[in-house]
């Protein structure tokens, strides 16, 4: 009776953990969002220099992940040849900061709301690349099940009330970089058995954006910076969006590290849900019966995704498990054979 009350209490409390990191993830990926859109919007805090922001973002992240790594020495730095950092780490730091730079730049022509729901679309643009770079096969069904999801997109974008075509094609690259920078990370780091963890990933990749973001920047946004004289650093506002945007890759990892990635992209989806609701009840945005419907049709398409490839993993498991019953089965009769053929000789002596 102890035993069994002792093993539910562990399963219980792996349970609570379980919510207690989905919940914070999903509150810290809700208020970077909501913040982001606070300071880009003119109808609010009136800042709209997406890439100042981005910026601001990496040069905090790099200080805390350089602080961290190199002086107090908590993380272990990977051990990384110039020549790998330049073929593998540089290009998936410009993908990041393109990714980043559009996706922060959408906040200003674009809904909370709907741009959620253009998200939608990233289990599609990471499996058409998948496939383009030969990382996963072709298979209709999936094919058909990513259609599903691009048909609830264009229906949702067809009910939106405030439709702008600059900031729906500034999302859909965001979305096509970082589908692109996920698959990549999988190519040239994965593959070589590189793992990087929040902290290391952006001691590496955050300086990287920086310089590449630097670029853009100084003949976008820097002239318009320099012209306007009443504009004063916030540090307050920056500090504690910076903040934010820095707890919330140690979620990330928290997140996918105590639970799995699989859980991350449910509690996606409930994130996503909880900011079209704030986005109409709390910013006013119009969210209109045809989005509803073509969202939660493009919901029913990524829910089915991440229902099919949970079903694979568990295929996968317990083919791997088999393997391994197999092979001490194996081991175990050729043990018993080998003590059958001793006896064998002992007798015949």
């Known amino acids: 009776m102890g035993k069994g009350g002792a093993l539910s209490e562990s399963v219980l409390k792996k349970i609570i953990l379980s919510y207690t990191y989905v919940a914070i993830w999903i509150f810290l990926s809700f208020s970077v969002i ?13 800042w709209p220099f997406p890439i100042s922001l981005t910026m601001i973002h990496m040069a905090f992240c790099s200080s805390i992940a350089f602080f961290l790594v ?10 990384m040849s110039r ?6 780490v540089v290009p998936i730091g410009a993908l990041y900061s393109l990714s980043l730079w559009l996706s922060n730049s959408a906040y200003i022509y674009l809904s909370v709301s709907f741009i959620q729901m253009l998200k939608a679309l990233m289990p599609v643009a990471v499996y058409s690349i998948s496939v383009a770079f030969k990382k ?17 997109v264009a229906v949702a974008a067809y009910g939106e009330a405030r439709f702008d075509s600059w900031g729906v094609i500034l999302q859909l690259g965001a979305v096509a970089f970082e589908a692109t920078r996920l698959v990549l990370i999988q190519i040239l780091l994965a593959s070589k058995g590189i793992s990087l963890n929040p902290i290391t990933s952006l001691y590496y990749v955050a300086p990287c954006c920086l310089v590449f973001l630097s670029v853009p920047w100084i003949f976008v946004e820097y002239p318009v910076l320099k012209a306007s004289s009443s504009f004063h650093f916030d540090f307050v506002i920056f500090g504690t969006n910076s903040l934010c945007a820095f707890a919330l890759n140690l979620a990330v990892f928290l997140l996918v590290g105590k639970t799995s990635a699989l859980t991350m992209n449910v509690a996606g989806v409930v994130k996503d849900w909880l900011l079209i609701a704030f986005s109409w009840s709390v910013i006013k945005d119009t969210v ?24 694979a993993l ?3 498991e317990a083919q791997k498990k088999a393997a391994q019953a197999d092979e001490e089965s194996g081991r175990l009769l050729e043990e018993r054979e080998g003590e059958g053929a001793g006896k064998k000789s002992e007798s015949q002596d």
């Open 83 to 88: 020549e790998l950092y330049l073929s593998s």
């Open 136 to 152: 996963e096969a072709f298979k209709s069904d999936t094919m058909a099940n990513m259609l599903s999801i691009s048909l609830g």
């Open 288 to 311: 209109t019966p045809i989005n509803l419907f073509g969202y939660f049709l493009a919901f029913l398409g990524v829910a089915y995704y991440n229902h099919s490839k949970l079903q």
């Open 34 to 46: 909501v913040y982001n859109k606070y300071i880009l919007d003119k109808k609010m805090y009136n």
């Open 70 to 79: 190199r002086v107090l020495r908590l993380v272990e730095p990977v051990s």
């Open 314 to 316: 568990k295929a996968k």
